[in-house]
């Protein structure tokens, strides 16, 4: 049988849009693990991930991944090089900033403990939210916030507060020392050049969802006329 080798890179010289595809693969891998599969070929890799197969050689080419010719990459080996090259091997403390029904369904996710991520605080404004508890967490007020990121040692700041907080909000999480956002509001914030920030627009994802499916019936329509 024939290794396939390749010299690790370091996570700095990994390209942006590896990085998401590599998110992707270790969620398919953790499945195929759960289903007790221990190899997968780059082909079944790549269209469980949504990829052609030749895109997944080149990103795990990053990684110094190896496999064998005609049996594939083992599961659970492949699995600890993504791990690794993503930071999920070490348990990463999470702040929950913003615990209205939105806040409070992501503190509900069990998938983030499952890949790596431990909410550590929830953080809020409002009276009626300060001092109950959600997911065995007591949500702090929000006025705490840079006792609470020193405390709980925080890693990631997730911020699902609304759009006219999401600033404010923003600015003083970067001056307690944290590096990492993720935005769920609907606003685009600014932030040094030190500081990894990502945002999820679930309004903008469902317009681009609305937009597919505009083509389609414009499809259908043609396709119609035509027969």
């Known amino acids: 049988m024939t290794v396939e080798r ?7 010289t990994v390209p942006e849009a590896t990085v998401a595809r590599l998110a992707t693969y270790l969620r398919v891998l953790g499945a195929l693990s759960d289903r007790s599969i221990t190899t997968v070929s780059s082909e079944e890799l790549a269209a469980a991930a949504g990829v052609n197969s030749a895109k997944l050689r080149k ?14 990459y083992d599961v659970r080996t492949l ?16 702040a929950l ?15 983030f ?25 007591v949500v702090r007020d929000i006025a705490e916030l840079e006792q609470v990121v020193t405390e709980q040692e925080i890693a990631i700041a997730v911020l699902a ?27 685009v914030l600014a932030v040094p050049a030190h500081v990894d920030l990502r945002k999820v627009d679930l309004a903008a994802e469902l317009q681009i969802l609305s937009f597919h499916e505009n083509r389609k019936s414009a499809a259908a329509l043609i396709a119609g006329g035509m027969a």
């Open 161 to 187: 507060v609304p759009a006219s907080a999401a600033q404010d909000v923003c600015d003083r999480v970067v001056a307690a020392g944290v590096t990492s956002i993720l935005n769920f509001a609907p606003v």
């Open 6 to 12: 390749s010299v690790a890179a370091d996570s700095r």
């Open 113 to 137: 403990a499952s890949r790596g991520f431990r909410i550590a605080a929830l953080l809020d404004a409002s009276p009626t939210l300060i001092g109950s508890t959600v997911r065995e967490l």
């Open 97 to 111: 900033i913003g615990v209205g029904n939105l806040g409070q369904a992501l503190a509900g996710y069990d998938g």
């Open 59 to 72: 990103d795990l080419s990053y990684l110094g991944s190896y496999g064998i010719r005609g049996v594939g």
């Open 79 to 94: 699995t600890d090089e993504i791990a690794r090259i993503l930071g999920v091997t070490v348990r990463r403390a999470v």
